[in-house]
């Protein structure tokens, strides 16, 4: 019997970041892309057409905001869970997201990691939600848990290539007062997006990578990597 594929709509009008989850989500092997918006309309379209298990929904969009979608009553009608990744850090925004039900709700720039880690822990909790019929106490609290359990980001190097990071870290240290964007690094280096954010955020876990926000556009602060000022002068080593 094939396990249950968890549909996934992406609501987020900049292109790049919807770009960015649209990788992560198709290399997942239990979670399957069913579409994306750039505007609230465009989701709700695509809500009735294609009813999403889970929605990855942005804040900030040209025709409202996504806050107000989370109690749509098509929400409801088609059990559509949320996780909300936005910039929108102030606390009545953050609430309303809770109150609603939201799974998960991100803070802009959101990493590779914190996304992968959430996107899992839903898997597991629809794998639970089928596979319990009637629940006991135990069973309510492990739902719970997955709900609600805090990331603790990873301090190994698992994954890491060490000629690969040394590439990407060369960069760096060639040119140790510019400030790069992933897609810049993703030029230089020739590496894939997702490849590319993995290893720029192990370079900030490890201390090598420093990172800068940029607002421009409401809601839409761009990411920029420089090399940390306590860094060596030369490439470190995964471990």
Known sequence: MQPDLTHVLIVEDESRLAELHAELITKHPRLQLVGTAASLASAQEQIRSK????????????????????????????????????????????????????????????????????????????????VWKVVDQKNVDSLYQLQGKNFRPETGAKGIDDNTLQRVQRLFLENPEQRYSVEE??????????????????????????????????GHPRRLYRKADDAGSEPQHAH
């Open 185 to 218: 690094v993703v030029e230089e280096s020739g590496l894939s997006k997702t490849t590319t954010r993995r290893y720029l955020e192990h370079g900030v876990e490890s201390g090598f990578l420093q990172v800068e926000l940029l607002y421009g556009k409401i």
């Open 51 to 130: 009813r999403p298990h889970l929605i990855l929904l942005d804040n900030y969009l040209p025709d409202g905001k996504g806050i107000s979608l989370i109690n749509h009553p098509l929400l409801k009608e088609f059990g559509c869970s949320v996780i909300f990744i936005t910039a929108a850090s102030d606390m009545q925004t953050c609430s309303q997201a809770i109150r609603n039900g939201a799974f998960d709700y991100i803070l802009k720039p959101a990493s590779w990691k914190r996304l992968s880690y959430s996107l899992e822990r839903f898997v597991q909790f629809r794998d639970q939600q089928r």
